[in-house]
């Protein structure tokens, strides 16, 4: 059943998903979908699935244990609050795990940030900015790792670095777009 205040669900491009993007909380997909819709936009297929540290952790050992055989290559895992998911994700996978702090309602993400970001020495995870902005770079930052052994999505994301500079050099008059 899709929440009514949710973003809708975002389809993954066809062929064997790369990227695993794992969330705490159906609350997190607000944030969470911005991922999902870049990896989309560059045609990167992907899974997406609520998996909870606390609430569901069998589920979450399963899944960060069978990613790499499943074919996966990158993990963005996003969580808020006491997010330990994106460390217990790593602890459990060789992959790469970019982690994304969602905004709280009572800290303000700051507990999701510190929570994620101060992992102990031995076990990675790449902690990206609270919020949207760092679940959309976690999408880029994963498209520009798998884009080291793709040419076609590294000519994609020249073309959008390209964009994205023409458009700001275009508008230099703040207020007129
Ligand atoms: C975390 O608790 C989730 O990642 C979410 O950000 C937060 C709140 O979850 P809900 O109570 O909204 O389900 O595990």
Do not use: Y
Request: proline content about 7%; aromatic content about 4%.
């Amino acid at each position: 059943m899709t929440q009514t205040n949710q973003p809708a669900p975002i389809a993954s491009p066809a062929g064997a998903p790369k990227v695993g993007i794992i969330m705490g909380s159906q609350s997190d997909w607000a944030t969470m979908s911005e991922a999902a819709q870049i990896l989309a936009d560059f045609g990167v297929p992907f899974v997406c699935e609520v998996v909870s540290a606390h609430r569901t952790p069998d589920k979450l050992f399963d899944f960060a244990k069978s990613a790499k055989a499943n074919g996966l290559q990158i993990i963005i895992a996003g969580a808020g609050g006491a997010a330990h998911l994106p460390g217990m994700c790593a602890s459990q996978t060789p992959l790469p795990v970019l982690g994304v702090p969602v905004k709280s309602s009572t800290l303000s993400g700051w507990d999701s940030l510190l929570s994620i970001v101060q992992m102990p020495k031995g076990v990675a995870v790449g902690t990206l900015a609270i919020g949207t902005a760092g679940a959309f770079n976690a999408g880029l930052l994963a498209i520009q790792m798998l884009a080291l052994h793709d040419a076609q999505l590294a000519a994609q994301l020249d073309a959008f670095r390209a964009k994205q500079t023409d458009t700001v050099l275009a508008n230099p008059t703040p207020g007129i777009i």
